[in-house]
C-alpha cells in the first residue's frame, strides 16, 4: 500500500513540475520576463547610441569615449 502512495506522489509531482515548465512558456502565465531596459544616451561626438551606464558624460552632454569628448571641446 505504502508503494502505491509512494507512486501517487511521484505521478503528483512530476504533473506539477510538468505543468508548471508548460505554463512559464506562455500560454497565459503572466508576462514574459524581460532585463530592466536601460536608457539609451547618443554620443555627441559621433552619434552612436550607448548605454547610460557605458557613456561619459561632461558638463551635462554623453560621450562614448573620451576622445570624442576632447575633439567636441576643440
Ligand atoms: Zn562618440
New binding site residues.
Partial sequence: MSKFLLFILFVGLAWWWFRGRGVSRGLGGGAPVNPPVERMVV?R??G?YLPESDALVVRGHP???AE?VVRDDG
Wanted: net charge neutral.
Fill in positions: 554620443c561626438g559621433c552612436v560621450y562614448c569615449c570624442h
